[in-house]
């Protein structure tokens, strides 16, 4: 079972920037399109951006878009996300998984934007 890891995480000010990082032990990593979610206090899990397993195609929530990035490294069995201008209505735990949601849920990390 492919099992990630998701850092990068923190306290910042609104306005503020962060960047994930989504870490993975599987050598089929590249196989798949990879999606990063979010969940917030009391509310559902929500897609927030995906990339194609190229990385040449890219999707984002209508709450996220122009201010987040993802990117991948099929080398490094990684894939990022670069959030910007970061809004208070951002905070939340952030996991990565397939978009379809196939591998091992990780732990997630923790982003909390102040106003």
């Known amino acids: 079972q492919v099992r990630v890891a998701e850092s990068g995480g923190g306290l910042v000010q609104a306005g503020g920037s962060l960047k994930l990082a989504c870490a993975t032990s599987?050598?089929?990593?590249?196989?798949?399109?990879i999606s990063w979610f979010r969940q917030a206090p009391g509310k559902e899990r929500e897609l927030v951006a995906t990339?194609?397993?190229?990385?040449?195609?890219?999707n984002y929530a209508d709450s996220v878009k122009g201010r987040f990035t993802i990117s991948r490294d099929n080398v490094k069995n990684t894939v990022y996300l670069q959030m910007n201008n970061l809004k208070p209505e951002d905070t939340a735990v952030y996991y990565c998984n397939t978009r379809t949601m196939s591998f091992s849920w990780g732990q997630g990390t923790q982003v909390t934007v102040s106003s």
């Open positions: 990339i194609s397993d190229s990385g040449g195609t890219t």
């Open positions: 599987g050598r089929i990593f590249s196989a798949y399109f």
